[in-house]
């Protein structure tokens, strides 16, 4: 029988970058909590958002929190106000200086994370889901991925 192994652990520093960006000594577990916290935050927070990836960087007393988005525009808020909004409530969370950048995926039917939010999205609103796994997979080979696989479990 084959060992299963994670898909992310593999990948990491070859094809994919690390998603948290800082060394500790003694704090390693509370920090890495800190990061769990701040993740859940910020998903919370921009779930309508199509937010695909989070990255944390740490120097000294300051964080720099990377949102990669499908919709720069919605979490930006008119002249800045949605994010200004995030970043405070960031800072009252850690307790350090927190800056933010929002990054835009340009396709974001290519990215995984995006798909399965996406197909999610519509198993609540009732749709078929084999009809929302097939569009999802039509609008991704359409876009030019070299295969899919797509996996729906569970009761629905």
């Not at 520093?13 to 990061?35: Q, S, V």
């Amino acid at each position: 029988m084959g060992q299963k192994i994670n898909p992310v652990g593999l990948r990491v520093g070859i094809i994919r970058d690390w998603e948290g960006r800082w060394f500790a000594e003694k704090d390693y577990a509370t920090l890495l909590h800190e990061d769990l916290k701040i993740r859940r935050f910020v998903k919370s927070k921009l779930y309508n958002s199509g937010v695909a990836r989070i990255e944390i960087e740490r120097a000294a007393n300051r964080v720099k929190v990377t949102i990669h988005t499908a919709r720069p525009g919605m979490v930006i808020g008119r002249g800045g106000t949605e994010v200004e909004n995030l970043r405070k409530s960031l800072e009252k969370l850690t307790d350090k200086q927190v800056s933010l950048n929002i990054a835009e995926v340009k396709t974001p039917d290519l990215n995984a994370q995006l798909v399965a939010e996406n197909i999610c999205f519509q198993l609540e609103r009732r749709s078929s889901y084999r009809r929302a796994m097939k569009q999802a997979i039509t609008r991704i080979m359409r876009l030019g991925a070299l295969g899919v696989k797509v996996k729906c479990s569970g009761r629905l």
